[in-house]
């Protein structure tokens, strides 16, 4: 099956600092990547959709400018936390489309293990 | 607009017992239906599709789910719990053509030994 990876699976961080996370589709090519963020006892929040090669697309409410992603190739997207602050500690889990490879079906979404991110 | 609704936040089954999680959807065209399961501090791990074709739809760990057109329900079942089983459970959908998953809030699952 189609494997997603993320990096890293958890982190701490200052208040002020900024955070990279990445998400790797492992067997597959993937043109659209999914971010989400999941808050406790909550459903997933899409915060934006990312297409290889282009800028990402954004969900209302979700700053881009603290939000930063980057898809620079099929099987890898960043997920960058710019100026961390409490509140943005969360669950983020990232999600890939298959576009070609191994796996065929074009109708499922693969999600990462998810990065626990904690800002003190 | 695409929209989920799972009705309960928790359930609760015997182990043994079947169990069936809720969950309906509104969307304006042909729905892609899947069920995924989290387990705690992991990602979404795919269950089962529906996407055309038998209404009743099997997947993985033995689940399956039945497609609802008139009813537009995707309730996700299993004859028999256990206790392996208990986990948070999301409904998503997609319209067909579009390119987001839209989730239904989740139902946590508990089997009781």
């Known amino acids: 099956g189609a494997v997603v990876s993320q990096h890293p699976s958890r982190v701490i961080c200052k208040s002020g600092t900024s955070v990279k996370i990445e998400c790797r589709s492992l067997?597959?090519?993937?043109?659209?990547m999914f971010w989400y963020r999941q808050f406790p006892k909550q459903s997933l929040m899409l915060m934006a959709t990312?297409?290889?090669?282009?800028?990402?697309?954004?969900e209302q409410g979700v700053e881009k400018d603290k939000f930063l992603i980057n898809h620079a190739s099929l099987t890898l997207s960043t997920l960058t936390v710019t100026s961390a602050h409490p509140e943005d500690s969360s669950f983020y889990i990232c999600?890939?489309?298959?576009?070609?490879?191994?796996?065929?079906?074009?109708?499922?979404?693969?999600f990462g293990p998810g990065t626990r991110l904690t800002v003190t | 607009a695409q929209s989920v609704a799972q009705p309960e936040d928790q359930v609760n089954v015997a182990e043994g017992n079947p169990l069936t999680v809720k969950c309906t959807y509104s969307?304006?065209?042909?729905?892609?239906l899947f069920w995924y399961v989290q387990y705690p501090n992991r990602g979404l791990q795919f269950l089962l599709k529906?996407?055309?074709?038998?209404?009743l739809v099997k997947g993985s760990y033995g689940f399956e789910a039945e497609f609802n057109k008139s009813q537009t329900s995707f309730h996700l079942k299993k004859p028999s719990a256990l206790v392996s089983d208990s986990a948070l459970y999301f409904c998503?959908?997609?319209?067909?053509?579009?390119?987001?998953?839209?989730f239904g809030t989740g139902t946590r699952l508990t089997v009781i030994p």
């Open positions: 067997d597959f090519q993937a043109t659209t």
């Open positions: 529906y996407i055309t074709g038998d209404n």
């Open positions: 969307v304006s065209g042909n729905p892609y």
């Open positions: 990312s297409n290889e090669g282009s800028k990402a697309t954004y």
């Open positions: 999600s890939a489309r298959i576009s070609s490879g191994v796996v065929s079906s074009p109708y499922e979404q693969y």
């Open positions: 998503a959908v997609r319209e067909a053509g579009a390119n987001n998953l839209f």
